[in-house]
C-alpha cells in the first residue's frame, strides 16, 4: 500500500498544471494556491541573488502569459516543511 503523497506535494503539483502551455492570466483563480504554497517569509535564490516572493510571483505571471509548460523532474522531503523540487 502506497502512502498519500504530503498535501504540500499535492498542492504543488495542482499548482504545476496551471502551467500547462497556454495563455493564461494570473487571477484570483490561481492566486490561493499561490498563498498556500509560498510562504509569507519565502527565500529563494538563483544565479542573480535573492528572489522576493514579490518577484517570484510576478515571474509566474509573466510565464503564465508566455504559454510556459511546467514538468516535475521529482519532489523530495529533505525536512521537516522542507522540500528540494526539481
Keep these: 500500500m502506497n502512502p498519500s503523497p504530503p498535501p504540500f ?16 492570466n494570473f487571477s484570483e483563480d490561481f492566486e490561493p494556491l499561490f498563498e498556500q504554497l509560498y510562504h509569507n517569509q519565502l527565500y529563494l535564490e ?3 541573488g535573492p528572489l ?3 518577484k517570484v510571483k510576478d515571474h509566474h505571471a ?3 502569459a508566455l504559454e510556459w509548460k511546467a ?3 521529482h519532489i ?11
Design 46 to 48: 538563483d544565479d542573480n
Design 9 to 24: 506535494e499535492m498542492a504543488f503539483r495542482q499548482y504545476l498544471a496551471i502551467f500547462g502551455g497556454t495563455p493564461k
Design 52 to 54: 522576493s516572493r514579490k
Design 76 to 86: 523530495r522531503r529533505v525536512g521537516l516543511n522542507q522540500f528540494d523540487v526539481k
Design 71 to 73: 514538468e516535475l523532474i
Design 62 to 64: 509573466q510565464v503564465l
